[in-house]
């Protein structure tokens, strides 16, 4: 025996959309998971309720349901979605199905909504839109879409491996965000790379402090505490 155990790192607001889709299952509800198919989040929701469980993509999609005015039906929704794509999805549901229940409190990440809020009030004053982040990650990819929504250029990256001076000429202002998931460092590698290709001057912009903190998982707390 190694000795070793295993630690469930899983983010708080992932494990509340798991819990809800059992909670909703065990009440005998049809479960309609808005969300990405093939998606990390949405592969685990639906493996805690795999028989309870319909995922929606679109708007068209829910055209094509049907269901039954007796049926008990809930929503619960990809925690890193776009907000305007959630709750176009949302309100399509309410008007197909206005019987349907929807979770205490939003499903969608705070840091999430406030990233997408930041890229469109900051964009307006940036010339090139960055943002650090998986090609896979949903958030991220709704990042640079917002970018591009202002007539920004923007651009994915996972690193500086894949950044490109000639992205940058004739650039005045980059704004430089992060999907959910993006180390600090990664960030940090970025800012550091601008800086010294050109010489760049570092600003932060704050459209919305987060004050949420999430203790660290039980057993790596009982090992910080036996080791002090």
């Given at each position: 025996?190694?000795?070793?155990f295993a630690?469930?790192?899983?983010?708080?607001?992932?494990?509340?959309v798991?819990l809800e889709?059992?909670k909703?299952?065990?009440?005998?509800?049809t479960?309609l998971?808005?969300?990405h198919?093939?998606?990390d989040?949405v592969i685990g929701t639906?493996g805690?309720a795999p028989e309870?469980?319909?995922?929606v993509?679109?708007?068209?999609?829910?055209?094509?349901?049907?269901f039954?005015?007796d049926?008990?039906?809930a929503?619960?929704?990809q925690?890193?979605?776009?907000?305007d794509d959630?709750n176009?999805?949302?309100?399509r549901?309410r008007?197909?199905?206005?019987w349907?229940?929807s979770?205490?409190?939003?499903?969608?990440?705070y840091a999430?909504q406030?990233?997408q809020e930041?890229?469109?009030l900051?964009?307006e004053q940036a010339?090139?839109?960055l943002?650090?982040?998986?090609?896979?990650?949903?958030?991220?990819q709704?990042?640079r879409e917002?970018g591009a929504?202002?007539g920004?250029r923007?651009?994915?990256?996972?690193?500086?491996?894949?950044?490109?001076a000639?992205?940058?000429?004739s650039?005045d202002r980059?704004l430089?965000?992060a999907?959910a998931?993006?180390p600090?460092s990664?960030?940090q590698?970025t800012?550091?790379?601008?800086?010294d290709?050109?010489d760049a001057?570092?600003?932060?912009?704050?459209?919305?402090k987060e004050?949420?903190?999430?203790?660290?998982p039980?057993?790596?707390r009982?090992?910080?505490?036996?080791?002090?």
């Amino acid at each position: 025996r190694l000795g070793l155990f295993a630690i469930d790192a899983t983010c708080p607001l992932v494990t509340k959309v798991h819990l809800e889709a059992i909670k909703y299952a065990k009440g005998g509800y049809t479960i309609l998971l808005i969300g990405h198919e093939g998606h990390d989040e949405v592969i685990g929701t639906l493996g805690e309720a795999p028989e309870a469980i319909v995922l929606v993509e679109d708007e068209q999609q829910v055209d094509r349901l049907d269901f039954l005015p007796d049926t008990k039906l809930a929503y619960l929704t990809q925690t890193t979605l776009s907000v305007d794509d959630a709750n176009r999805i949302i309100r399509r549901l309410r008007a197909r199905f206005p019987w349907i229940e929807s979770p205490p409190k939003d499903d969608i990440c705070y840091a999430t909504q406030n990233r997408q809020e930041a890229v469109r009030l900051l964009s307006e004053q940036a010339d090139v839109v960055l943002v650090l982040g998986s090609q896979n990650s949903s958030n991220s990819q709704r990042l640079r879409e917002l970018g591009a929504e202002q007539g920004k250029r923007a651009y994915l990256i996972d690193g500086i491996e894949d950044l490109r001076a000639e992205w940058f000429h004739s650039a005045d202002r980059i704004l430089v965000t992060a999907g959910a998931s993006a180390p600090e460092s990664v960030v940090q590698a970025t800012i550091d790379w601008l800086v010294d290709k050109f010489d760049a001057t570092l600003r932060e912009e704050t459209v919305r402090k987060e004050e949420v903190h999430f203790p660290l998982p039980k057993p790596l707390r009982e090992i910080f505490k036996a080791k002090s």
